[in-house]
């Protein structure tokens, strides 16, 4: 995967903090990697892989003096969508069902063209599938969409949204779908297609003298690009893995959207491969875009690597407007099921509520009774259907006006075929559970630069705390050998007013078999500390528990 790839993967729309200690509840929500998530956000992948170079500028802003058109597109091309509509399949079944509503709109500005072909409007989900043209691609370029979105006769907007794009290496040009989990109210609608921003992006690299050996703070400034400057800390978490913490600076706020900044290793001037786990989008605490990366000491000679910040610049922008369009359920209806459930997941207060099933996907609404933003018990969420498995397509909805409510969401494959009586069970796979009731302090003593280390029981479990002093500030780190002890999710020194918050510099999601995880206070003084944790998790890999949610 090439950077532009990497940091589009990432991509967070909003970087809005909720308050300590709810920062598992924050980031549990990016815990199944890939293209969903339950604010849904752009993704494109790019068109080849890029070489380290210095690009050459675009034009900033196109002429602003061609008219926007929305206009009908007469010619009736064939488009084989499969390849977009891999992670898709329901829609990928719709088509090929010719369960589809022709569009045969386009919008045209500043010489490029976003054509809408197809919509599939079910119970469950609005999708469009689109195409773009801007012609040729300069190496290390890539063009995104900003700001599609549904907008309905009352001004209401679904914040359940998603746009994915695909270059079309053969045919020079992107193909996409759009994604909402707005649907008719009735039978049909007018809706308000909306796009906001057409952009070509170009990635950039700067050049850093990072000593990698060095667990001192290092920090370089940038000064480019409404880029500020970086810190880097090193931390060697074994003898064959290091954790490498970024934060970047920014002087003009705006960039912090698009620049998903990260750092890049050459080895005699090819790539360094990282280790898995990596994660960016974390907002520091001074607002920082922040990022945790992990590689092979081995992978990294002194002598033989180069080190450079690479992200992402806008080359030209284009405001665009949007286009009615009426849109229509009705081919769906004939083979939509909806169905009333309430039925208990292991305790009483998680109760299945209700089951849409469509052409097109399976909608499966769960409650939590008086626990509002809570997780999933289970990080593996699976439906059978007559026998036969269906993955969680990762991420949840959670209804702006009832957070109580969390919906999954699964493709339905073109020939599995359900009626009213067809056996569907929820299934649950590795568990893990979350525990408060450690409230008991842990004493810090002797409080210096010398890394120390204490082993202290924590559920059954031998949990390792090892702090030491790096310049002002308190490292704490925390971590099991045991990988069915899931982690300490945070840690506060004091009680009371007196309470003093860790600043988290890892981030680990919950059953990723990771429960290593380092708090920061900043400016400490003194040389000892009563230590606590919110709580912290307990894995069981092997736990799994079903649910006849209709049939027998």
Not at 140 to 166: A, C, P, R, V
Not at 171 to 195: H, I, L
Not at 269 to 280: A, C, H, K, Q
Not at 492 to 514: A, D, S
């Amino acid at each position: 995967m090439n950077h532009t790839e990497k940091h589009l993967k990432h991509q967070l729309n909003k970087e809005a903090g909720v308050a300590y200690p709810d920062f598992e509840e924050m980031w549990g929500r990016m815990e199944q990697a890939g293209h969903t998530a339950p604010q849904m956000s752009g993704r494109v992948e790019a068109a080849a892989p890029r070489r380290s170079k210095a690009w050459k500028k675009v034009a900033v802003m196109a002429s602003l003096s061609a008219v926007l058109m929305a206009v009908p597109v007469y010619a009736a091309v064939q488009y084989d969508w499969s390849g977009l509509l891999k992670f898709r399949g329901g829609v990928q079944t719709a088509l090929e069902q010719n369960l589809g509503q022709p569009l045969g709109q386009s919008i045209t500005r500043d010489g490029v063209t976003l054509k809408l072909h197809t919509a599939i409007v079910d119970e469950n989900r609005t999708v469009i599938l689109y195409s773009f043209e801007a012609g040729e691609l300069e190496e290390g370029g890539f063009w995104n969409i900003e700001g599609m979105s549904l907008t309905d006769s009352k001004g209401n907007t679904s914040l359940s949204e998603y746009n994915h794009m695909q270059w079309d290496e053969k045919n020079k040009r992107y193909n996409g779908y759009f994604e909402s989990g707005w649907v008719p109210p009735q039978e049909s609608a007018t809706v308000q297609f909306n796009v906001g921003n057409i952009r070509y992006y170009t990635r950039e690299e700067v050049a850093l003298p990072l000593n990698i050996g060095s667990e001192a703070a290092q920090n370089f400034a940038v000064g480019q690009d409404g880029l500020q400057g970086i810190g880097i800390e090193v931390f060697k978490e074994s003898n064959d893995k290091l954790l490498v913490s970024t934060a970047v600076t920014f002087d003009q706020p705006e960039a912090k959207k698009w620049a998903y900044p990260q750092l890049v290793a050459y080895r005699n001037g090819s790539l360094v491969s990282e280790l898995p786990g990596g994660t960016f989008g974390k907002p520091g605490e001074n607002g920082e875009y922040t990022g945790l990366q992990y590689f092979n000491p081995s992978d990294l000679p002194d002598e033989q690597t180069e080190y450079k910040l690479s992200y992402v610049k806008i080359n030209r922008s284009i405001d665009a407007e949007g286009v009615d369009l009426q849109l229509s359920k009705k081919q769906m209806e004939s083979g939509t099921i909806k169905t009333a459930l309430d039925l208990p997941l292991e305790e009483e207060d998680i109760r299945f509520e209700q089951m849409v099933i469509t052409p097109t996907q399976i909608r499966v609404v769960i409650r939590f009774k008086d626990k509002p933003h809570a997780q999933l018990p289970y990080t593996r969420n699976l439906l059978e259907v007559n026998g036969r498995t269906l993955e969680w397509t990762g991420g949840w909805d959670t209804p702006k006006d009832d957070p109580e409510l969390r919906i999954l969401r699964y493709e339905r494959p073109a020939d599995l075929e359900i009626t009213k009586e067809t056996p569907i069970a929820y299934i649950g796979k590795y568990k893990v559970t979350v525990n408060e009731e450690d409230k008991e302090p842990l004493l810090l003593t002797n409080i210096s630069d010398k890394k120390q280390t204490l082993i202290r029981e924590t559920g059954g479990y031998p949990v390792k705390w090892t702090y030491y002093m790096k310049g002002k500030d308190l490292y704490v780190e925390t971590g099991s050998d045991d990988v069915n002890f899931g982690g300490v999710n945070q840690t506060h020194i004091g009680l009371g007013n007196e309470r003093i918050l860790g600043n988290k510099v890892t981030v680990n999601f919950r059953g990723n078999g990771n429960n290593k995880n380092i708090d920061v206070y900043k400016d400490f003084k003194g040389t000892e500390a009563s230590i606590y944790m919110f709580y912290y998790f307990i894995n069981e890999p092997d736990k799994e528990t079903r649910v006849l949610l209709q049939g027998k």
